[in-house]
C-alpha cells in the first residue's frame, strides 16, 4: 500500500509533466507563429519569393508548415497523454 506522501509525490509529478508538456509545446508553436508574423510585418518581401517556376510563394509554404507541425505537435502530445501521463493519473487513483 502506498503511503501518503508517495501519492503526493506522484501527483506533483504528473502535475508538473502535464504542464511542462503543453507549455513547451505551446511556447514553440507561438514562437514559431510569432515568428512568421514578425516576417510578414518587416520583411515581406522574403514571403513573396516564388520558387521555382510555379506560382507558390515561400510564404504559402511557410505557413502550411506552421499549419501541419502545429497538427503534429498535437498528435505527439495526444500520444504522449495517452501512453504515459493517463497511465500515471491511473496510479493516482
Do not use: C, H, W
Not at 503543453?22 to 513573396?48: C, D, N, Q, R
Not at 519569393?49 to 508548415?65: A, C, N, Q, R
Amino acid at each position: 500500500m502506498e503511503t501518503q506522501k508517495s501519492k503526493e509525490k506522484d501527483y506533483q509529478r504528473f502535475i508538473f509533466l502535464n504542464k511542462f508538456i503543453a507549455f513547451s509545446f505551446s511556447g514553440l508553436v507561438l514562437l514559431i507563429y510569432f515568428s512568421f508574423i514578425l516576417i510578414i510585418g518587416f520583411k515581406p518581401e522574403i514571403l513573396g519569393i516564388f520558387l521555382g517556376e510555379t506560382y507558390i510563394t515561400l510564404g504559402i509554404v511557410l505557413g502550411l508548415s506552421i499549419i501541419i507541425f502545429s497538427i503534429f505537435l498535437t498528435f505527439i502530445y495526444t500520444l504522449i497523454a495517452n501512453n504515459y501521463l493517463d497511465k500515471l493519473r491511473s496510479k493516482l487513483e
